[in-house]
């Protein structure tokens, strides 16, 4: 088990600050170790690379989540590395990711499906298809009356959530990509893992994206509530191209 490198080429270690990172695109994968200054020093290993960076050159090392028994560096013969954008990804092939080394430390309930040939714990955002399953405040309004309500920080999944869910019930013509956006923003939710890290690991595909749908939209609850025989009935979502559409006109591919 292990989790993802990331080198910033050209930066020096003493600049590799918590605004900084802030402002990076780990900022997506490793953003719960980016809440505060706490969770930067704590959670965080950072490493100065000096002339043997995977560009040849010198930067910065990071990774979040790494064991004692994991070495922390550049170890050339046991590492692969790519470029993406402006920082460098990096994986241990004695040692790869796992799911279980990615976790964030607050996890979302949700199912356990196995995706890319590894398990993963698809969170639920919307329990039986419409209520949010996310963490809410308890508050009154002026009027005294009791209510919860959703935080900021959770607004913008429960609205990516609710595309999934139109696209399961109305099904129309949805590109690949935009589907692919979806699946890694919620897998993201637990897990510290962007389009990219999804994309080196290879979890998402043709066929198991409408698996994350059906447990973001907790779909077993929604067909056991409409009498599905099977409480794991696939979604009535349209399978495979003729339903994501990738040929439609203006769709990317």
């Not at 470029?83 to 990096?90: E, H, L, T, Y």
Request: charged share 20%; net charge negative; hydrophobic share 40%.
């Amino acid at each position: 088990m292990g989790v993802f490198l990331y080198y910033l080429p050209g930066l020096p270690f003493g600049d590799c600050t918590l605004d900084r990172l802030r402002e990076s695109p780990l900022s997506v994968p490793l953003r719960d170790c980016l809440e505060s200054s706490s969770a930067f020093g704590r959670t965080l290993a950072i490493r100065a690379v000096h002339a043997n960076g995977p560009d040849g050159m010198s930067g910065t090392l990071v990774c979040a989540g790494a064991r004692d028994s994991q070495p922390v560096g550049m170890y050339p013969a046991r590492q692969k590395w790519e470029q993406w954008g402006a920082v460098w990804i990096g994986r241990d092939t004695e040692d790869p990711p796992q799911p279980i080394d990615l976790q964030r430390p607050q996890m979302l309930s949700g199912y356990e499906r196995e995706l890319g040939g590894i398990v993963w714990t698809v969170p639920v955002v919307r329990r039986g298809g419409m209520r949010p399953a996310l963490p809410q405040s308890m508050a009154r309004t002026p009027a005294g009356e009791f209510e919860l309500r959703l935080r900021d920080e959770w607004r913008e999944p429960w609205e990516q959530s609710g595309k999934i869910w139109d696209q399961i019930v109305d099904p129309k013509p949805c590109p690949f990509a935009e589907v692919f956006d979806l699946c890694c923003s919620m897998l993201s939710l637990n897990y510290r893992v962007g389009p990219a890290e999804l994309s080196i690991l290879g979890t998402v595909d043709t066929t198991n994206w409408q698996t994350i749908y059906e447990c973001v939209a907790d779909w077993p609850t929604v067909a056991e509530m409409l009498g599905e025989p099977d409480p794991n009935a696939p979604a009535p979502v349209p399978a495979g191209e003729a339903g994501v559409a990738n040929s439609m006109p203006g769709a990317a591919a």
